[in-house]
Nanobody
Framework: QVHLVESGGGLVQPGGSLRLSCAAS????????MGWYRQAPGKQRELVAT???????DYADSVKGRFTISRDNAKNTVYLQMNSLKPEDTAVYYC????????????????WGQGTQVTVSS
């Protein structure tokens, strides 16, 4: 089993910063891609940022220049540094892992964390 556990959400004022972390547990050998998605009330889940095992990154236009995704392959952990936060960044943020090699088998599927709330408000 692969479990993703997020941490680091909370309440922050506009212009502030937060850092999200997501650790994948299990007998994991490698993860092809990790990323963050978010879902605001009444909206569909959307991509925030992804990073490959070779650290190739992709960002939603709305967060470029403000958010930075990174990963520690040895720890199977992905991070999201969020700066210059805006009220429109308020959402539940979900960690994603795609293409996981564990227990001697490759699983070309998506795994999701439980989500962490980020609220940007004065």
């Amino acid at each position: 089993q692969v479990h993703l556990v997020e941490s680091g959400g909370g309440l922050v004022q506009p212009g502030g910063s937060l850092r999200l972390s997501c650790a994948a547990s299990g007998s994991i050998s490698s993860i092809t891609a990790m990323g963050w998605y978010r879902q605001a009330p009444g909206k569909q889940r959307e991509l925030v940022a992804t990073i490959s095992s070779r650290r190739i990154t992709d960002y939603a236009d709305s967060v470029k220049g403000r958010f930075t995704i990174s990963r520690d392959n040895a720890k199977n952990t992905v991070y999201l540094q969020m700066n210059s936060l805006k009220p429109e960044d308020t959402a539940v943020y979900y960690c994603n892992a795609r293409g996981v090699y564990y227990g001697g088998t490759y699983y070309n599927t998506d795994y999701w964390g439980q989500g962490t709330q980020v609220t940007v408000s004065s």
